[in-house]
């Protein structure tokens, strides 16, 4: 599959257009930039805590809570678990956190949970289970965990598949909205945005993986080559989906090849609700509040210059590790 430069240029031109009442962002209580996620009307803060691997390295419990419960107290309002994330640990504790501190305060907390099943039923049993776990009767948001090639959407998208419950949980009120995450195809990430009716999605945005020209600077790149920032993303921004990117780091790949602000500020130079990031230390919770409370924009220059660099030495390499990679 191939791009055109017509096609590049009217993908871009949708982003940047699409993304304008994004950056016109206010701050929540405790200083936080919020945006829109999307067509869902809810205002989320920009740095959204990431409850999976990185989270469950705060191997005792009143660790990982007093984590949690900083995180919160900083300002972040989005966090982002899953069923599978060790067995449903993740949502243990994060359903522990907001049971005490409660959901609906001056900032409300947004809570987007991940299933990992294709089939209806099971994922049904699933469902059911997180709520437990969580402690409510209601989620925010419930993502299709991970898309991967074509056949992986057949299967959702089939009669007896999770896409047709999750749309009757949304109708009965079981979900405020519903979304499907993916980091290894932008193509097919594409066509399930276009061809089902989602709230909301979660990619991997980063800057290493949006390289787009070919050597000699032309434009017909193969499915390699091509990226979820210039394939998927203007897919869901044509539909106001709220997009939340993950993988910004690459599972840490790219932390010692650019600055940390710079990964970040490229991310959130998207036209995106919130970044997720997995903060394994206290520290980088205040690091990382510290730089979304002073974001500002990336410049195209900027960002084009680091993307370049970037890119030429690990696209490559990272599309072929996250074509495997399982979240835990």
């Known amino acids: 599959m191939t791009c055109s430069r017509r096609e590049f240029i009217q ?13 016109a962002s206010e701050v929540n209580r405790k200083g936080m930039p ?3 996620l999307g067509r869902t009307g809810a205002q989320v803060s920009i740095l ?3 409850c999976g691997s ?11 809570l007093a984590a949690l419960n900083l995180a919160l107290e900083r300002g972040i309002t989005y966090l982002d678990t899953a069923a599978d994330y060790q067995d449903g640990l993740s949502e243990e504790r994060v359903g522990k956190v907001l049971k005490h501190r409660g959901k609906n305060g001056a900032d409300p907390v947004w809570v987007a949970t991940k299933i990992p099943q294709r089939n209806g039923d099971e994922a049904m049993r699933t469902i059911e289970a997180s709520l437990k776990r969580l402690q409510m009767d209601k989620i925010d948001l419930i993502h299709i965990h991970s898309l991967a090639g074509a056949d992986d ?6 009669p007896d598949g999770v896409l047709k419950r999750l749309y009757q949980l949304r109708d009965q009120k079981v ?6 995450t993916s980091h290894t195809d932008p193509h097919v990430l594409k066509a399930a ?4 009716d989602f709230d909301c999605t979660q990619m991997a945005l980063n800057a290493a993986r949006a390289g787009m020209a070919k050597p000699d600077g032309g434009f017909g790149m193969t499915r390699l080559q091509q990226s979820f920032e210039t394939v998927a993303l203007p897919a869901a921004r044509q539909k106001n989906m709220g997009v939340v990117a993950m993988k910004i780091f690459a599972q840490d790949g790219l932390v010692d090849k650019a600055p940390v602000e710079k990964l970040i500020r490229y991310s959130l130079s998207l036209p995106v609700s919130a970044v997720v990031i997995g903060m394994p230390k206290v520290s980088h919770i205040e690091e990382n509040v510290a730089l979304a409370k002073d974001f500002q924009k990336l410049g195209k220059g900027e960002m084009r210059d680091l993307s370049d660099r970037l890119a030429a030495d690990h696209k490559a390499e990272l599309d072929r590790l996250f074509a495997d990679h399982v979240d835990g």
């Open 11 to 23: 993908s871009t031109a949708l982003t940047a257009l699409s993304s304008a009442s994004l950056f």
């Open 34 to 36: 919020q945006r829109t």
């Open 48 to 50: 959204a805590f990431g």
């Open 54 to 64: 990185r989270f469950l390295m705060y191997k005792e419990e009143d660790e990982a």
């Open 153 to 158: 959407l057949a299967k959702i998208e089939a």
């Open 175 to 180: 979900t405020r909205a519903i979304g499907i």
């Open 193 to 196: 945005l276009e061809h089902n």
